[in-house]
């Protein structure tokens, strides 16, 4: 409920009312509210039927009236693809830092979360019942770690269960919310459960958490909205700071959702001492310098969009990665087919032998993943290989100075090299500005696609 100049304004979405006022109240499930010019709304309770007027607290929308606005780009899509480098700074401010150098040591990166580090965040009931004073302190002496969400936000996750598995040694399921919630899990105390969502206000997700809360859990949320009802709901969290995201279509969200998981594993990696002090100062250098590296990739937006008209006629596309980059397959194949129409589907790549690799022939194109850095880079060229002999269109993501793919390919687009542990942050740009083209030249709406929402608030 948005208050502004005797005027009250409902919305499903504050970011929706920020043009008209910054004061709004947030409702609580099964809330009924009365509003009457000149007084304070009334809002009462359908599970207990008592009234309580007046005692919600009002909040400032954190968001400015040019942060919702297209900013000279045609869409906000287009813009939000092109706002990562900045969204990407803004997600790390203050979290990835350097320590000042002291007596002839050399300055050393170090990461804060304070959602989870500080001890003021988590109640005394859960203190008391799982016995840490801050979440870090129960994410660190995890018995397993359980990521719910749904859509992008699960792919997403998908790149967390990489990255904490490998540096913090703790096992780690992915699951989509809408199946968690439905199959009587086997959640302990012992066991963190996070819940990953762009809006805050995912129902499905937000009923996974309430089953994790209700069987003992410690929950986590990682979402953009300030104050979104999964922010309130859990015990502690990590807000993404990315800036709105007006398109239904995620990408800013995406990519500062992979940068926070990737601070979260090495911190807890840093923890549990599972990753060495050399690889932890190694991967903040480059994740420091990732936002430049993403620059130089939007750079090549419009060779992107002058070699994605050929795609424009396609009904089906296969997209395909190892690794790290299955994940960003698996996106790249859901941005397609969200704002262009064209039936897409995600595969690791080794799988292609076992179905997909029946579909290709020349009017099939096939998008894969292949960075020179990827630790399967030679059985990713044998599966490019493979497309080449069956006459797949093929679209090569690869990086800077790599000619593997220059005579099997139609289409080969380079990024910088980086870390490997942030090769997706990097991989995923061609795919978002690939997409948003062939759509565009399909005549699509980029930003609301067609059967689709934001913010999935229902079943």
């Known amino acids: 409920v948005g208050e502004g100049d005797s005027e009250f304004i409902i919305a499903s979405d504050a970011s929706a009312i920020v043009e008209h006022t910054k004061e709004v109240i947030y409702l609580e499930d099964d809330d009924v509210v009365v509003l009457r010019r000149g007084e304070k709304p009334t809002i009462s309770s359908l599970t207990n039927c008592s009234a309580h007027p007046g005692d919600r607290p009002t909040f400032q929308i954190q968001v400015e009236l040019e942060e919702i606005e297209k900013g000279g780009y045609e869409d906000f899509m287009l813009k939000e693809i092109h706002d990562q480098p900045s969204s990407l700074r803004n997600c ?63 792919h997403a996750g998908l790149i967390g269960e990489y990255l904490i598995e490998k540096h913090a040694r703790v096992p780690v399921e992915v699951e989509y919310a809408s199946e968690f919630r439905y199959r009587d899990p086997i959640i302990s105390e012992s066991d963190v459960v996070i819940g990953i969502s762009q809006s805050g206000e995912t129902a499905d997700t937000l009923e996974a958490i ?47 959702q992979v940068i926070v998981l990737t601070m979260l594993a090495l911190l807890i990696g840093k923890q549990r001492d599972s990753i060495s002090s050399t690889d932890f100062q190694t991967i903040c250098a480059a994740l420091d310098d990732v936002p430049n590296k993403v620059a130089l990739v939007l750079e090549q937006s419009a060779e992107i969009r002058d070699k994605s008209r050929y795609y424009r006629l396609a009904q089906n596309c296969l997209f395909l990665g190892r690794g790290l980059n299955f994940p960003v397959a698996l996106e790249g194949a859901l941005k397609l087919k969200e704002i262009s129409y064209i039936h897409a589907e995600g595969y690791p790549a080794a799988e292609m032998k076992h179905g997909p690799i029946a579909l290709i022939d020349r009017f099939m194109p096939v998008v894969i ?40 390919a139609e289409v080969v687009v380079r990024i910088e090299l980086t870390h490997t542990a942030l090769d997706p942050l990097l991989t995923v740009v061609p795919l978002q500005l690939l997409s948003y083209h062939i759509a565009k030249d399909r005549g699509c709406n980029v930003d609301q696609p067609r059967n689709l929402a934001k913010s999935v608030t229902v079943e």
């Open 92 to 154: 790390m401010r203050g979290r990835l830092y350097k320590k000042p150098a002291m007596d002839g040591v050399q300055p050393e990166y170090d990461i804060r979360l304070g959602g989870i580090q500080d001890q003021h965040v988590l109640k005394d009931e859960v203190k008391r019942r799982l016995d840490v004073q801050t979440a870090m302190g129960a994410l660190s002496r995890a018995r397993r770690i359980l990521i719910v969400a749904c859509g992008t936000s699960w």
């Open 210 to 256: 309430k089953i994790a809360r209700s069987r003992g859990a410690l929950t986590l949320g990682i979402v953009n909205v300030v104050g979104s009802t999964i922010g309130r709901l859990t015990d502690a969290g990590i807000y993404l700071h990315a800036g709105p995201e007006i398109g239904v279509a995620s990408t800013k969200a995406f990519s500062a």
């Open 369 to 408: 993943v292949a960075p020179s850095t990827d630790p399967q880079y030679d059985k990713v060229k044998s599966n490019i290989e493979e497309v080449h002999a069956r006459k797949g269109a093929l679209i090569v993501i690869t990086d800077v100075g790599n000619h593997d793919f220059d005579r099997l």
